[in-house]
């Protein structure tokens, strides 16, 4: 019910595609820096009455002139905690950035810690860095990761090693910047999995197909607004999530057994006794 209020928002991004689409399109000028920061323990400190007071004028107003898809006082009684993230800007005065930090103190009791001013943050799963007028951005990876991919040796189907593959591929050429900075992340991923016990003759093709796919995307939406999402047209399905067995037919024979029988079934006129 809030995903559209939430959507409408104009610090909203759907994922660390959009944020990197909207960071392509910002320009930057000459010294300026960057930062991050974080609420210490948001949900167990947040003063839940006056945030329910904000949301609450802003539900009966302004998304109330602009949704009509909810009940305000339902809604209202129904939220406990909430926050809202808002986009900043100041000099990078030193004066003005310990003030800045002072004050965010003072925002509902919250504790937020900061990361000092830089020419280049992680954030999510992105490292944002300006580079002259412009901000770049390259895969970032937590140092605890493990990268614990299946073996080869796992009962799992056939399609889950090449699904890993051209999803991360993807997923590495959306997000990076400079085209070096992709293929040092792609050649990484091979030798983990090669890590992992699978044999560099079969990853080879399944990465050249994965470089293929993510070549086609990027030229079909390369100019594609991801900001908003809609869902509100994606028709309704039905997902039937078996425990996966090697001997088990394959996934095509149940979707076809299922139309047979359930979703599409062909009445069989031989099999009826028919009366008068």
Known sequence: MLLPVAQHQQSYFRDSYALKTLLDRTSITPGSLLFTSDATAMYTNIKTQPAIAHISKYLRDEAGRTFTHYN?????????????????????????????????????????????????????????????????????????????????????????????????????RRLCSKQEDADAHIKQLFQRLCERGHNSSSLTPIFSQAEDNARAFLEKNNNADTRHFDSTGAPHKLFLHLRYHPEDPPAHEIQKLWRQHVSQPRMNLHSITWSC
């Open 72 to 172: 305000p006082e339902s809604l209202i009684e129904a939220i406990h905690i909430v926050f809202e993230n808002n986009i900043i800007a100041f000099d990078t005065n030193e004066k003005l950035w310990n003030d800045f930090q002072e004050d965010m103190q003072n925002w509902h009791g919250l504790e937020w810690t900061c990361e000092p001013l830089a020419t280049s943050v992680n954030f999510m799963d992105l490292t944002i860095s300006i580079t002259e007028t412009r901000l770049s951005t390259t895969l970032y990876e937590k140092p605890q990761n493990l990268y614990l991919y299946l073996p080869p040796h796992s009962s799992h189907p056939r399609g889950i090693e090449t699904g890993l593959i051209f999803g991360q591929v993807l997923r590495i």
